[in-house]
């Protein structure tokens, strides 16, 4: 099993950036993919951006060109820095994690862009 834990959310302006980071503990070893979702009030949970063990990346096609994720893979952890935000990215953003086939989540990190 891992444990996720999700940081950096908050209030920004749009236009702003904001980077966040999820933190894993348990058997990070055995971690395939890592990625981040996010479900904005009355919506679905929707992808954002993942990354698989080999660096392969996926991106929303909402936020190309304005997200980017990492992964620091010793520490089982992975980023998602935010540029150019909009109003519409105002969601929780969860971290996901791909632990021999079983999806893993953390409990979520608000992110609010707002004038």
């Known amino acids: 099993q891992v444990q996720l834990v999700e940081s950096g959310g908050g209030l920004v302006q749009p236009g702003g950036s904001l980077r966040l980071s999820c933190a894993s503990t348990?058997?990070?070893?055995?971690?395939?993919?890592m990625g981040w979702y996010r479900q904005a009030p009355g919506k679905q949970r929707e992808l954002v951006a993942t990354?698989?063990?080999?660096?392969?990346?996926n991106y929303a096609d909402s936020v190309k060109g304005r997200f980017a994720i990492s992964r620091d893979y010793r520490r089982g952890a992975v980023y998602l820095q935010m540029n150019s935000l909009k109003p519409e990215d105002t969601a929780i953003y969860y971290c996901?994690?791909?632990?021999?086939?079983?999806?893993?989540w953390g409990k979520g990190t608000l992110v609010t862009v707002s004038s």
């Open positions: 990354q698989t063990s080999a660096g392969n990346t």
């Open positions: 996901n994690a791909d632990l021999w086939g079983m999806n893993y």
């Open positions: 348990g058997s990070i070893s055995g971690i395939n993919a």
